[in-house]
């Protein structure tokens, strides 16, 4: 896989605008390097891989997203996150676990996770229900609050079909942190919900007594009574 990654590497690195540089650093507060590959020639170049990424075996493309994981540009670390969703369903194994809080504890921030967490660990969630189950008593109890928003937002994608029981659960559970990444997935949940439910929502900004960023995001849409 070192071989296939530094061949990544090249083509992004002869796609680089080293203008860009500056400014896709500082929108991501200076956390990590960059080539200077925007996200539209980027995905040109994914698509360049992906025949080549579409048959590596489920061990085989975790590998390739550890190595992606170990090279200090973020673009090429994108890769990986194009090649997850892109191929997770195919190549998803109930003992996944790990892996996902491998990637979501490591050069994690926003831009990375919550990709993974409502798409990948989503289906996981779905597919392995009981193998899911045993994980989030592991991210619960973490202290990395990475692991703790990907239990308030891996239910984003499921509309009418969220388990509205667990979701209260977890922001119950994790309220109490003011972290701006914790109170946002609060309010970002129940902003989702809101779309078909919005009773539902209103009830539980007010039993869970939501102030601040968790309100405003969670009543966005829910009529004024």
């Not at 597919?127 to 692991?147: I, K």
Request: with cysteine; hydrophobic share 40%; glycine share 2%.
């Amino acid at each position: 896989m070192i071989a296939l990654v530094q061949e990544i590497q090249s083509v992004l690195e002869n796609a680089k605008d080293p203008n860009r540089v500056r400014q896709m650093e500082a929108y991501m507060k200076n956390h990590f390097s960059f080539i200077g590959v925007m996200s539209g020639p980027r995905k040109v170049i994914f698509q360049q891989f992906k025949p080549h990424l579409q048959q590596l075996s489920s061990e085989q493309s975790w590998d390739f997203i550890y190595e992606c994981w170990a090279n200090p540009h973020r673009e090429v670390q994108y890769m990986a996150i194009d090649h997850l969703l892109a191929n997770y369903k195919k190549n998803a194994q109930s003992s996944d676990g790990h892996h996902f809080t491998f990637v979501l504890s490591n050069q994690t921030w926003w831009d990375s996770l919550d990709l993974i967490a409502a798409h990948s660990v989503g289906h996981f969630a779905r597919q392995f229900p009981s193998a899911f189950s045993e994980l989030a008593q592991e991210w619960e109890s973490s202290a990395n609050f990475w692991l703790h928003r990907t239990l308030l937002i891996h239910q984003l994608k499921y509309k009418q079909q969220t388990n509205l029981e667990l979701l209260q659960y977890y922001i119950h559970t994790f309220k109490w942190n003011k972290e701006f990444f914790i109170q946002k997935a609060i309010g970002w949940s129940l902003r989702e919900v809101s779309k078909w439910n919005p009773d539902w929502v209103r009830k539980v900004v007010e039993s869970e007594n939501l102030l601040g960023l968790a309100r405003r995001e969670a009543m966005k849409y829910v009529p004024i009574v």
